[in-house]
């Protein structure tokens, strides 16, 4: 059983940025973020697999997906943040790679319970 545990989520302005972390309990080699916000579906941002990332492609530009791998620790960096980017974010996981990971939220094993970013005009 791997627990994740969200945290660096916050209330501010745009264009501002943010670094979302996720400890993990222990290895897990498929991990990615995901955020979701009110009343719209879980939405895939980005995938880090043993050192190989994938981006949401509307979002490749501002986001940057990094792992510490003695810590076991995700993180996600947000540049220039907007208000669309308001949501929460959580942290997913699987032993093993998710084909199409962005686009199966279904397909993870483990999940933290989330961390919110609020972006405000």
């Known amino acids: 059983q791997v627990r994740l545990v969200e945290s660096g989520g916050d209330s501010v302005r745009a264009g501002g940025s943010l670094r979302l972390s996720c400890s993990a309990s222990?290895?897990?080699?498929?991990m990615a973020w995901f955020r979701q916000a009110p009343g719209r579906e879980r939405e895939g941002v980005a995938v880090?697999?043993?050192?190989?990332?994938t981006y949401a492609e509307s979002l490749k530009d501002r986001f940057t997906i990094s792992k510490d791998r003695a810590s076991n620790t995700l993180y996600l960096q947000i540049y220039n943040l907007k208000p669309e980017d308001t949501a929460m974010y959580y942290c997913?996981?699987?032993?093993?790679?998710?084909?199409?990971?962005?686009?199966?939220?279904?397909?993870?094993?483990?999940w933290g319970q989330g961390t919110q970013v609020t972006v405000s005009s």
């Open positions: 222990e290895f897990a080699g498929y």
């Open positions: 997913a996981a699987n032993p093993w790679p998710v084909q199409s990971g962005l686009s199966r939220p279904d397909a993870y094993k483990y």
């Open positions: 880090y697999s043993r050192g190989t990332t």
